[in-house]
């Protein structure tokens, strides 16, 4: 299992969880901000923040540092990436929803967020590996590495709904990338949400403003 997550109790009783995943080279303190920012409209929600194991990076040189899985090489629009590590993260994140779906949090009220590499875990855990009901899906500045193998989602599936947001300078992931995702989700029937900013590869006080009012807006 994913060792060392870092976990943002709720304020009150939990009945609801988002697991969000760090993006390449960071750390699982890097949404702790967010997470405690969110709180106060979402006092239900536990927020479970793991870590991702450190790596070797062929990109960067072979260097070592966090990641979710090695990216190969980078074309336009395009990653080539260690599908074997990438299914070795997607597991260990399944094992997290089923921990919390066996504490008692209904996968109904049970989201995925996941920032740049932590995103695309995220995608291809939801709509290629997870199999029951799911509160939603939060894609921050994104892309969907594996939905080239998908021809169709199941009904479940399908029924997941998703936020998509993407800087509209990206130089990291390109905003096409990014709109990629929300044309072929929308292109199965998927309830998706689309925000952009002008901004680069990051975070900034609109979206977070953005996330908590879709949070609440899926969880009443």
Not at 5 to 23: F, K, M, N, R, Y
Not at 122 to 135: I, Q
Request: net charge negative; charged share 15%.
């Amino acid at each position: 299992m994913i060792k060392n997550a870092l976990t943002v109790e709720s304020l009150q009783p939990a009945d609801a969880c988002v697991i969000w995943l760090h993006g390449l080279g960071a750390d699982r303190t890097d949404f702790e901000p967010v997470a405690r920012m969110l709180q106060p409209q979402l006092p239900t929600t536990r927020f479970i923040l793991p870590q991702a194991p450190t790596q070797a990076v062929t990109i960067n040189g072979g260097y070592v540092m966090p990641s979710w899985y090695d990216i190969l090489s980078i074309s336009p629009g395009k990653r080539s990436i260690n599908s074997e590590q990438l299914e070795t993260s997607s597991q260990q994140l399944i094992t997290l929803m089923e921990q919390q779906r066996d504490s008692g949090i209904s996968p109904t009220r049970l989201f995925l967020a996941g920032f740049s590499q932590g995103g695309a875990v995220v995608l291809h855990t939801a709509f290629l590996r997870w199999h029951e009901a799911l509160g939603g899906v939060l894609a921050l500045s994104t892309y969907a590495p594996t939905f080239e193998s998908v021809s169709a989602l199941s009904p479940v599936q399908m029924r997941t709904p998703t936020l998509c947001m993407h800087g509209r300078n990206d130089p990291v992931v390109p905003f096409f990338m990014g709109q990629a995702v929300q044309q072929q989700l929308d292109s199965w029937g998927v309830a998706v949400t689309w925000h952009d900013y002008p901004m680069e590869h990051a975070v900034c006080p609109e979206q977070i403003t953005d996330i908590g009012l879709w949070l609440k807006q899926q969880l009443n």
